[in-house]
């Protein structure tokens, strides 16, 4: 029997989920982001999921907008990062894609084109301090794009730092920050996840709804169910051996987890080589028949080993690293890290399966 490890996709919650952005922000379009394989989802498989209700599309490059026109989609995309290079400027007049612009050099390499039309979305530096043009630079630059005739539409963007945080004073910083540019009367997009579900005053135009959609919390204070958000990755393996250990014995590598009482150690088939987080602590819950269950010891490569003392448990028994009965959120604060992590680094040897497709 070939290896249990195994990440389910739930698709149906993915619709769900993105209908939830939709309902936050019902005058806005949204845009589902679909970066870095979906969030390590599968893009083709979310794509094609959320392209028949979907306004559009946002990825970080334009290799991941030629994905998904390669896939058939149609829908407008948006490249979060712009262009790279005048090459990546011609690609997407020739494949119809919106381009953000954060830079000089970029709108350089706009204004060599001779010929087709382009859709723009300007970066704002409301802050954050990565991409983006300070807010006195943007009105310059808007008039040196609306100056070019394969510049067909202008929109503003920006990116909050802090929307993770309900009520942190660098938010209203930022709001404060843009406010001059509301003269120019052009669209805006300003919100990611947290934001679309707290900062309803910020929805403008368009919206960019990411860790929502794959039914992760945007907020540090909030569950994903408490926001209404349905998981949608769920990893699981199984138990492939149990061993009763008694106290004072060691399990794993380094004698990290030294017994404090006689204890039953299942070892189930998933380590850091499945992507995994290396980083878990001894403590970090998975569920077993569904109960919450420590990890004891440090993660290998293929294994990771819990105590299930007092538990009725035998060989080849289901094991939820996260998703449906236990939030990756949970998970990912015994790791240290978030859950976008999380997903992004599952490995090419789990095995995924789709539901709802």
Not at 4 to 23: C, G, P, V
Not at 281 to 290: F, N, Q
Request: with cysteine.
């Amino acid at each position: 029997m070939a290896r249990a490890t195994q990440a389910i996709i739930d698709l149906h919650a993915l619709r769900e989920n993105y209908q939830l952005a939709k309902r936050a922000a019902p005058h806005s379009c949204a845009y589902a982001v679909v970066k870095a394989n979906a969030y390590g989802h599968g893009v083709a498989q979310v794509a094609n999921a959320l392209a028949p209700s979907a306004d559009g599309f946002a990825v970080a490059c334009v290799d991941e907008a030629v994905t998904l026109r390669e896939l058939g989609i149609l829908l407008p995309v948006l490249v979060l990062e712009g262009p790279m290079d005048l090459q990546e400027c011609q690609t997407a007049i020739d494949l119809d894609l919106q381009l953000a612009v954060h830079n000089a050099q970029q709108v350089q390499w706009i204004s060599s084109l001779s010929s087709g039309c382009i859709h723009v979305f300007v970066k704002v530096d409301s802050g954050m301090h990565r991409l983006g043009f300070a807010v006195h630079e943007v009105p310059g630059v808007v008039s040196q794009l609306r100056a070019l005739n394969v510049v067909s539409d202008i929109q503003l963007m920006s990116h909050f730092a802090c929307a993770d945080e309900t009520g942190h004073p660098f938010i209203e910083q930022q709001i404060k920050a843009m406010a001059p540019l509301a003269a120019m009367k052009l669209p805006m997009s300003l919100c990611n996840s947290a934001a679309v579900m707290t900062l309803p005053q910020c929805h403008q135009h368009s919206i960019r709804p990411g860790i929502m959609l794959y039914g992760s919390s945007p907020l540090v204070d909030k569950t994903g169910s408490q926001l209404g958000l349905l998981p949608v990755m769920t990893l699981q393996s199984e138990i492939i051996a149990l061993h009763d250990v008694r106290a004072g014995d060691s399990v794993g590598y380094g004698q990290a987890y030294i017994a404090k009482q006689d204890c039953r150690i299942a070892a189930v088939a998933i380590g850091y080589g499945d992507g995994y987080p290396r980083s878990a602590k001894k403590g970090t819950p998975v569920l077993i028949r569904g109960q919450k269950r420590p990890i004891a010891g440090r993660v290998s490569m293929d294994m990771i080993t819990v105590d299930v003392t007092g538990m009725e448990v035998a060989l080849g028994d289901t094991v939820t690293l996260w998703g449906t009965g236990l939030s990756a959120d949970e998970v990912a604060k015994f790791c240290d890290t978030i859950s976008y992590e999380l997903f992004c680094q599952i490995t090419a040897r789990v095995k995924v399966r789709y539901l709802g497709s």
